[in-house]
């Protein structure tokens, strides 16, 4: 009798914490268009309760068995201490408001607490089923909107109120500033994703779901995309030089899937607007790009008072991460009564922009890394790095977890998407979820261990 009891609590804790996973992940990736829908603005904060809530409840309430699943969730957790005690030291010799502490630790520590939990959490096979099964179907969902969306403005069903009306194909992120490239970028993650774990679906559906959100990318002119998958494309092939048959492989499709973008660049219509980016006198170390790119570095170190501003940055929000660079003046209202605090930086930074005359978010100076650094620090970044380091050692096993890495460095180098909770989470998710299902895969079932509560 016991034993059943005990089976049964063990099946409930087994299911309790996937299901608190999905809730938490959900409140990540639908809070815009519940906003578009009528929501308060708030709500686009109400991730940054539910996901350290989630991360409470699963290190006090689960015993784990798993001891490389332990291991690996000390290692985040010592990076996101040492992270937050950086960024603590940083905020108190700038004199930041604590409200800015909390926020700028979060946009860069929550897509990791999501991910120590995924992995501290060891599950069965159906556990990891049941939580692809709902991950999948809100990937969709964004997928679907996305092409509704598309269909909807060409008919005349739908208004577009502001941005171009490629701009509004934005999918379960309408409508939110660069909604339309995270949108995009979310799909194709998921769509890869898709591809790569669903080896028992048939081909013709897995490739169907690809094209699908290429198309998703096309209509939304969502162009920088396009090109930080085709870069991390390159990067996974100089990973991957060691395995010859791969890098053979994958140097093959890289071929032709370059030319392939060549041709389409002056034969498909969809694909023309790339031409603006293709002008002489763009690129190169005098290029109109790269200056305006690299602008933000001389200007966060004019602002610098002492030495520990090269250790420590300017403090979080006061420079040109996503918080200084767009939160505190779009959640103006609703943060400054909590004490928010500002620097200029980034209005100077934003003016510099503004008088260029490359307007689109790819030239944009206000980029994740130089935000990270400019807020942070050497020490900050250091230690952000240090946690990318954990994931690309420990659960990047196979070439999807490896390429959505790249990419998530790639696209730090464009916009602030490295710092957007519904891609990050996204990401982080998904790494996490495809570590337990090739775990899952390589252990016999009478070898597995479970998670018991305490």
């Given at each position: 009798?016991?034993?059943?009891?005990?089976l049964?609590?063990?099946?409930?804790g087994?299911?309790?914490?996937p299901a608190?996973?999905?809730?938490?992940?959900?409140?990540?990736?639908?809070p815009r268009?519940?906003?578009s829908a009528?929501?308060p603005?708030?709500?686009?904060?109400?991730?940054f309760?539910?996901v350290?809530?989630?991360?409470?409840l699963t290190?006090t309430?689960?015993?784990?068995?798993?001891?490389q699943g332990i291991?690996?969730?000390?290692?985040?957790?010592?990076?996101?201490?040492?992270?937050?005690?950086?960024?603590?030291i940083s905020?108190f010799?700038n004199?930041?408001?604590?409200?800015?502490l909390?926020?700028?630790?979060?946009?860069?520590a929550?897509p990791?607490?999501?991910?120590a939990?995924v992995v501290?959490?060891?599950?069965t096979?159906?556990?990891v089923r049941?939580?692809r099964?709902?991950i999948?179907?809100?990937?969709f969902?964004?997928?679907?909107?996305?092409?509704?969306q598309k269909l909807?403005?060409?008919?005349?069903?739908?208004?577009?109120t502001?941005?171009?009306?490629d701009?509004?194909?934005q999918g379960?992120?309408?409508l939110?500033g660069?909604?339309?490239?995270?949108?995009?970028?979310v799909?194709?993650t998921?769509?890869?994703?898709?591809?790569?774990?669903?080896?028992n679906?048939p081909?013709w559906?897995?490739?169907?779901?690809v094209i699908a959100?290429?198309?998703?990318?096309?209509?939304?002119?969502?162009?920088q995309?396009?090109l930080?998958?085709?870069a991390a494309?390159?990067?996974?092939?100089l990973?991957?030089?060691?395995?010859i048959?791969?890098?053979?492989?994958?140097?093959i499709?890289g071929?032709f899937?370059?030319?392939?973008?060549?041709?389409?660049?002056?034969?498909v219509?969809l694909f023309?607007?790339?031409?603006?980016?293709?002008r002489p006198?763009?690129?190169?170390?005098?290029?109109?790009?790269?200056?305006?790119?690299?602008?933000g570095f001389p200007?966060?170190?004019?602002?610098?008072?002492?030495?520990?501003n090269?250790?420590w940055?300017l403090?979080?929000g006061?420079?040109v991460g996503?918080?200084?660079g767009?939160?505190?003046?779009?959640y103006?209202?609703?943060?400054n009564?909590?004490?928010a605090?500002t620097?200029?930086?980034?209005?100077e930074?934003?003016r510099v922009?503004?008088e260029?005359?490359?307007?689109?978010s790819f030239?944009s100076?206000?980029?994740?890394?130089?935000?990270?650094?400019?807020?942070?620090?050497?020490?900050?970044?250091?230690?952000?790095?240090f946690?990318?380091?954990?994931?690309w050692?420990f659960l990047?096993q196979?070439d999807?977890?490896?390429?959505t890495v790249?990419?998530?460095?790639?696209?730090?180098?464009?916009?602030t998407?490295?710092?957007?909770p519904g891609?990050m989470l996204?990401?982080?998710?998904?790494?996490?979820?495809r570590?337990?299902e090739?775990?899952a895969k390589?252990?016999?079932?009478?070898?597995?261990v479970?998670l018991?509560?305490?």
């Amino acid at each position: 009798m016991n034993q059943a009891v005990n089976l049964s609590v063990q099946q409930r804790g087994q299911l309790r914490i996937p299901a608190l996973i999905v809730f938490a992940f959900a409140t990540v990736f639908f809070p815009r268009i519940l906003e578009s829908a009528g929501a308060p603005a708030a709500i686009n904060f109400f991730h940054f309760a539910i996901v350290p809530l989630v991360f409470g409840l699963t290190f006090t309430k689960v015993r784990s068995k798993s001891s490389q699943g332990i291991w690996i969730a000390q290692l985040l957790l010592l990076g996101l201490f040492a992270l937050l005690l950086s960024m603590t030291i940083s905020a108190f010799l700038n004199k930041a408001g604590l409200v800015n502490l909390f926020i700028g630790y979060m946009l860069l520590a929550e897509p990791f607490l999501l991910l120590a939990i995924v992995v501290y959490t060891p599950m069965t096979l159906r556990n990891v089923r049941w939580m692809r099964s709902w991950i999948l179907a809100f990937g969709f969902s964004n997928v679907l909107l996305a092409l509704a969306q598309k269909l909807l403005i060409t008919i005349g069903l739908l208004r577009v109120t502001r941005m171009t009306v490629d701009d509004n194909i934005q999918g379960v992120f309408y409508l939110s500033g660069a909604g339309h490239v995270v949108s995009a970028s979310v799909s194709l993650t998921f769509g890869l994703y898709y591809f790569a774990s669903a080896k028992n679906s048939p081909l013709w559906l897995r490739a169907t779901v690809v094209i699908a959100t290429i198309l998703q990318l096309l209509f939304a002119d969502a162009k920088q995309t396009l090109l930080v998958f085709l870069a991390a494309w390159g990067v996974l092939i100089l990973v991957k030089l060691t395995d010859i048959r791969v890098a053979i492989q994958y140097i093959i499709s890289g071929i032709f899937a370059f030319y392939s973008f060549l041709w389409a660049l002056s034969n498909v219509p969809l694909f023309a607007a790339f031409n603006g980016w293709i002008r002489p006198g763009l690129y190169g170390p005098d290029g109109d790009a790269t200056v305006l790119k690299l602008s933000g570095f001389p200007i966060i170190v004019s602002f610098y008072e002492n030495s520990l501003n090269w250790l420590w940055g300017l403090g979080p929000g006061h420079t040109v991460g996503r918080l200084g660079g767009w939160l505190l003046k779009e959640y103006v209202s609703l943060l400054n009564p909590l004490g928010a605090t500002t620097r200029p930086v980034s209005s100077e930074v934003g003016r510099v922009w503004g008088e260029s005359y490359l307007d689109s978010s790819f030239f944009s100076p206000l980029f994740g890394w130089i935000g990270i650094w400019g807020d942070f620090g050497l020490l900050g970044l250091g230690i952000y790095l240090f946690l990318w380091w954990v994931v690309w050692h420990f659960l990047c096993q196979d070439d999807f977890s490896k390429f959505t890495v790249i990419t998530v460095f790639i696209f730090g180098f464009i916009f602030t998407q490295m710092e957007e909770p519904g891609y990050m989470l996204t990401v982080t998710t998904l790494i996490g979820l495809r570590w337990h299902e090739l775990r899952a895969k390589e252990t016999p079932p009478a070898q597995r261990v479970y998670l018991q509560l305490s």
